[in-house]
Structure formats: structure tokens, C-alpha cells
């Protein structure tokens, strides 16, 4: 490392300061827009992927679960009695309304599931209480981040959900939805009065594949046997939610998009502060030259520069990051920064860097060394 570098980011503090704070601002900017592009794909699927089912039984051509249709329950009967099946749970995901305990409403999605069985998609992260709890009549559990927007302040609270009465006896952490209808789960039959949903019918059948069975053999056995549904693996179920919300309704467009303004905003930025810092030494650089200094040491002592302010500034920018990042868990737009992305991150700071100092190459690369004589 040649030490020209580091005396140039220390000899002008204020410069280097510039530089890293535009460095920091590209940096943050990128990780909040592509957070929040995370978060939101996250958020559309949760209940899908978080469900331990290995196939969603749906009406037939349903895109995505907040579309489920209600179909009779002798389905799942006939699921049961399925080879390869070790369980199948009804279920029931569906929008209705909720009344505080003031009188103002909000839309809410009830996710009903029977909370006897294996739980197949039931609430996951319970900071306070447990699924037995629904057991009683009329028990439901919502996430702690939307107690102020449902009036509820603590366990035991009562409201109204469809006209019918509702006790939260648990909350969980960090269950969003991707609309702004908080989840309500509660147990399956009690879904289906808060929904108007007939009691043969449900939304949706969960199946849990026997353990050695042949996923692919169970799925053609099952869309065999069962008229008028879809049975879909979770993942590809989970992909085609996540495909609406994020692209058909041009929600995760606009965020894309804004992600990829942001990554062009800090290449901007990080370009600019690096190009000005190298023309305020272009004149030592001149003075290299008329030394017989060669153009792949220049070349070494830029790079470097801008190798040194891409790992400070991205270290600073990370520490701004995850504050943000933890900030956003009590809120409504989950900003997520999985490990992956940090790390690509980490290179694509660098990459900016170096391509910024790429643009001051050429300046310097054209220096005439009789400028150093000049007045």
C-alpha cells in the first residue's frame, strides 16, 4: 500500500471528511431502498413460507392468498385419506373489518387455522401468550406492532371483529402485512364467524407430506383425486403472492426502481467527492511525473485512496444502517438487511469507489508535468 495514499485522505481532513460523507449518504440510501424492496417481498408471503406445509389447496386459478375462495370441506376429507398425507389442516385467510374499543374501524385479515392440530400456519415469534390460549372462545392474537393502530393496549383488551366479540390473549413480534390490514389469527372455527365463512366450508387446506413419501407422487395423487382446486408446493404458492403484490399491482416496481435511482444517485456522489479530491492534488501528481514517476504508481496511489474511503466509509454507513434497520422493527415498513446483501453491499461500495477513481485516471493520466513550473 503505497503510503502516498494514506498521507493524501489525511492531509486535507476536511476532504476526506466530504468524501466519506457522500460515501455514507450513497451507502445508506442504497440499503434503506433495497431493504425496503426486501421487507416488502418478505411481508407479501410471510404466512406462505412460514406455514410448514409442504402444499396450499386452493380454488381453482387462485393468484395469490388474499384471493383464496371458500370450496366445500369434504375436500379434506378426502386429503386425509390420501397415501403419503401425514396431516391436512383447514384454513382460512380473509379480510373483514375490526372496531376498536372507541369506535373507529379497521380492515383486518383474520388467518384462521386449528390450533388442535400441528398448527400448520399458526403465529410464530409470541412475545406474550400462546396459541393454547385460543383455545377459549373468542381469543385472538395480533402483533405488538400494531396495538396503537387496533386501540388494543395489553393483553385481555376486548373489541369487535364482523359485529362479534374478540380477546387478544397474545401477541407476536415482527408478523407485518404487506397492506395495511394487520393479520388476526385466531382458531379456525372461530375465523369462520368473524368471516361469515359457512361452517362446511373453508378457504384453503394445508397438507403436511408423510415423512419418505414422494412429494411429486402425493401432489398427482391429490390434483387427481380433488375437482376444482389447485394444490400448489408452499414455495411456488409463496412465489406467485409475492409475484402480484410486488410486480402485478407495480408496488415492488416502484420500489425497485427507486433501489436502483438510489445506486445511481451514490455512484454519482461517491464519483464526484473522489474526482474532487484527486483534482485538489493534481498538481503533486504533476510533480510525480516530472519525477519519472510511472502512470501504474499514480494508477496504485488512487486506487488506493479510494479502496481506504470505500472500506471507512462503508463501516460508518453500516453503523448508520443498522440503526435504521432496527428502528424500522417498530414500524410499519420493515427495512430488512439480510447478511447477503450487507455483503454485497461491501463490494458494491468498492466497485463505486474504484470506478470513481477510474474517471480521476484518466484526468491524471493527462497531466502535462511542465504544469508543475507554471505559475
Same mark, same amino acid.
Request: hydrophobic share 45%; aromatic share 8%; proline share 4%.
Given at each position: 500500500?503505497?503510503?502516498?495514499?494514506?498521507?493524501?485522505?489525511?492531509?486535507?481532513?476536511?476532504?476526506?471528511?466530504?468524501?466519506?460523507?457522500?460515501?455514507?449518504f450513497?451507502?445508506v440510501?442504497i440499503?434503506?431502498?433495497?431493504?425496503?424492496?426486501?421487507?416488502?417481498?418478505?411481508t407479501?408471503?410471510?404466512?406462505?413460507?412460514?406455514?410448514?406445509?409442504?402444499?396450499?389447496?386452493?380454488?381453482?386459478?387462485?393468484?395469490?392468498?388474499?384471493?383464496?375462495?371458500?370450496?366445500?370441506?369434504r375436500?379434506?376429507y378426502?386429503?386425509?385419506?390420501?397415501?403419503?398425507?401425514?396431516?391436512?389442516e383447514?384454513?382460512?385467510?380473509?379480510?373483514?373489518?375490526?372496531?376498536?374499543?372507541?369506535?373507529?374501524?379497521?380492515?383486518?385479515?383474520?388467518?384462521?387455522?386449528?390450533?388442535?392440530?400441528?398448527?400448520?400456519?399458526?403465529?410464530?415469534? $409470541? *412475545?406474550? %401468550?400462546? &396459541?393454547?390460549?385460543?383455545? #377459549?372462545?373468542? !381469543?385472538?392474537?395480533?402483533?405488538? +406492532?400494531?396495538?396503537?393502530?387496533?386501540?388494543?393496549?395489553?393483553?385481555?383488551?376486548?373489541?369487535?371483529?364482523?359485529?362479534?366479540?374478540?380477546?387478544?390473549?397474545?401477541?407476536?413480534?415482527?408478523?407485518?402485512?404487506?397492506t395495511?390490514?394487520?393479520?388476526?389469527?385466531?382458531?379456525?372455527?372461530?375465523?369462520?364467524?368473524?368471516?361469515?365463512?359457512p361452517?362446511?366450508?373453508?378457504?384453503?387446506?394445508?397438507?403436511?407430506?408423510?415423512?419418505?413419501?414422494?412429494?411429486?407422487?402425493?401432489?398427482?395423487?391429490?390434483?387427481?383425486?380433488?375437482?376444482?382446486?389447485?394444490?400448489?408446493?408452499?414455495?411456488?404458492?409463496?412465489?406467485?403472492?409475492?409475484?402480484?403484490?410486488?410486480?402485478?399491482?407495480?408496488?415492488?416496481?416502484?420500489?425497485?426502481?427507486?433501489?436502483?435511482?438510489? $445506486? *445511481?444517485? %451514490?455512484? &454519482?456522489?461517491?464519483a464526484q #467527492?473522489?474526482? !474532487?479530491?484527486?483534482?485538489d492534488? +493534481?498538481?503533486?501528481?504533476?510533480?510525480?511525473?516530472?519525477?519519472?514517476?510511472?502512470?501504474s504508481?499514480?494508477y496504485?496511489?488512487?486506487?488506493?485512496?479510494?479502496?481506504?474511503?470505500?472500506?471507512?466509509?462503508?463501516v460508518?454507513?453500516?453503523?448508520?444502517?443498522?440503526f435504521?434497520?432496527r428502528?424500522?422493527?417498530?414500524?410499519?415498513?420493515?427495512?430488512?438487511?439480510?447478511?447477503?446483501?450487507?455483503v454485497?453491499?461491501?463490494?458494491?461500495?468498492?466497485?463505486?469507489?474504484?470506478?470513481?477513481a477510474?474517471?480521476?485516471?484518466?484526468?491524471?493520466?493527462?497531466?502535462?508535468?511542465?504544469?508543475?513550473?507554471?505559475?
Open positions: 500500500m503505497p503510503p502516498l495514499a494514506q498521507r493524501n485522505l489525511l492531509h486535507d481532513k476536511v476532504r476526506l471528511a466530504v468524501t466519506l460523507t457522500g460515501i455514507v450513497a451507502v440510501l440499503v434503506v431502498e433495497l431493504g425496503l424492496f426486501v421487507g416488502f417481498t418478505v407479501t408471503s410471510s404466512i406462505i413460507d412460514k406455514s410448514r406445509a409442504d402444499f396450499w389447496i386452493v380454488s381453482k386459478n387462485t393468484p395469490y392468498i388474499e384471493q383464496g375462495r371458500a370450496f366445500s370441506e375436500k379434506y378426502q386429503v386425509l385419506a390420501m397415501p403419503g398425507v401425514a396431516s391436512a383447514k384454513y382460512i385467510a380473509h379480510w373483514t373489518q375490526w372496531r376498536n374499543p372507541d369506535g373507529a374501524e379497521e380492515g383486518v385479515q383474520v388467518v384462521g387455522f386449528d390450533t388442535h392440530g400441528p398448527t400448520l400456519g399458526g403465529p410464530w415469534n $409470541l *412475545v406474550a %401468550g400462546n &396459541v393454547e390460549d385460543l383455545h #377459549t372462545p373468542d !381469543a385472538i392474537i395480533i402483533d405488538e +406492532i400494531y396495538k396503537q393502530k387496533l386501540g388494543v393496549k395489553k393483553l385481555g383488551d376486548t373489541c369487535e371483529i364482523s359485529g362479534r366479540r374478540a380477546k387478544v390473549v397474545g401477541f407476536t413480534r415482527g408478523i407485518r402485512s404487506f395495511t390490514s394487520p393479520y388476526v389469527f385466531t382458531d379456525f372455527k372461530t375465523a369462520q364467524g368473524y368471516t361469515n365463512t361452517e362446511d366450508q373453508t378457504n384453503f387446506i394445508l397438507v403436511k407430506v408423510a415423512p419418505g413419501a414422494n412429494r411429486n407422487e402425493v401432489r398427482r395423487n391429490l390434483e387427481a383425486r380433488l375437482k376444482d382446486v389447485d394444490v400448489l408446493p408452499t414455495a411456488k404458492f409463496s412465489s406467485m403472492t409475492r409475484t402480484y403484490w410486488m410486480f402485478t399491482t407495480g408496488a415492488g416496481v416502484a420500489v425497485l426502481i427507486a433501489a436502483v435511482l438510489g $445506486l *445511481v444517485v %451514490g455512484v &454519482v456522489v461517491v #467527492t473522489i474526482y !474532487a479530491t484527486t483534482m492534488h +493534481i498538481r503533486e501528481y504533476g510533480t510525480l511525473k516530472a519525477m519519472g514517476a510511472a502512470n504508481y499514480i496504485r496511489v488512487i486506487i488506493t485512496q479510494a479502496g481506504i474511503s470505500a472500506v471507512v466509509g462503508y460508518l454507513a453500516m453503523a448508520v444502517s443498522l435504521i434497520v428502528a424500522s422493527a417498530s414500524g410499519g415498513a420493515a427495512i430488512l438487511m439480510p447478511w447477503q446483501m450487507a454485497g453491499i461491501f463490494f458494491l461500495t468498492v466497485l463505486m469507489c474504484v470506478i470513481a477510474m474517471v480521476s485516471i484518466n484526468k491524471v493520466t493527462t497531466i502535462d508535468p511542465a504544469m508543475v513550473f507554471k505559475g
